[in-house]
């Protein structure tokens, strides 16, 4: 795990990549959006409410946990490579925002827990999968 500016980084290894679903699961998440593509592989994941931070973060198949919850989230997303979006905190986006999750097939996903409780679990997870 490495921290750039406000961005909380977790690099995982191809072997202990998870799909979307795995992660919807572990955080006991609601699905809001683009349920067809929660087979899609997350290798990465990033947790921030600061989008200039996140859109220095470019790397592919990520998973971006945030509270934010405007237009603008789905945008960095998409520009930066994110498979997907958590909104921890219960935080609901507005229609504006899952349309345009929508045609951009980018899931949405909302968690009641927090932003350190949801990186927590999925590293957990993780660390539970490395030693199978």
Do not use: W
């Not at 509270?67 to 909104?87: C, D, K, M, N, P």
């Not at 999750?101 to 909302?110: E, Y």
Request: proline share 2%; hydrophobic share 45%; aromatic share 4%.
């Amino acid at each position: 795990m490495r921290k750039v500016g406000n961005v909380v980084l977790l690099f995982v290894k191809k072997e202990n990549a998870m799909k979307i679903r795995d992660v919807v699961r572990i955080l006991e998440a609601e699905i809001l959006c683009c349920e067809s593509c929660l087979g899609k592989e997350v290798s990465d994941f990033a947790a921030s409410d600061l989008l200039s931070d996140v859109l220095a973060y470019e790397k592919e198949n990520y998973l971006l946990l945030t509270g934010l919850t405007s237009q603008q989230v789905v945008r960095t997303a998409e520009i930066t490579g994110a498979v997907a979006i958590v909104f921890v905190r219960g935080k609901l986006p507005p229609q504006e925002a899952i349309g345009l999750a929508k045609s951009h097939n980018i899931p949405l996903i909302m968690t009641d827990k927090l932003m350190f409780d949801s990186c927590r679990k999925i590293t957990e997870k993780l660390g539970k999968e490395k030693n199978k």
